[in-house]
């Protein structure tokens, strides 16, 4: 499986971006979703797929963040709304397939105050 992640950039706090991650597979996956690495911090969890239907929410982004996919796209978007400087990160979209995990090659997101 690769991944292309893309979206990243500048934003102003209270600013939106939305990322997306294009999948070369993209069906009997078992999750698919996004984390984020701040400097000096362990990579966290942002949101995911957990299910074809279910997901899974840091509490940090409840609210702000929304994740959604197009199976036919085979691509995962995360809409990232009221952003603030603590969203700061590297941002990696996440592919669990048969065991497998996948990582994106990262896209990074900065938030001025």
């Known amino acids: 499986v690769q991944l292309q992640a893309s979206g990243g950039g500048l934003v102003q706090a209270g600013g939106s971006l939305r990322l997306s991650c294009t999948a070369s597979?993209?069906?009997?996956?078992?999750?698919v979703g996004w984390y984020r690495q701040a400097p000096g911090k362990q990579r966290e969890l942002v949101a995911a797929f957990t299910s074809p239907t279910n997901t899974n929410y840091a509490d940090s982004v409840k609210g702000r963040f929304t994740i959604s996919r197009d199976n036919a796209k085979a691509t995962v978007l995360l809409q990232m709304n009221n952003l603030k400087p603590e969203d700061t990160a590297v941002y990696y979209c996440?592919?669990?397939?048969?065991?497998?995990?996948?990582w994106g090659q990262g896209t990074l997101v900065t938030v001025s105050s």
């Open positions: 597979i993209m069906y009997n996956i078992d999750r």
């Open positions: 996440n592919l669990v397939r048969a065991g497998i995990t996948t």
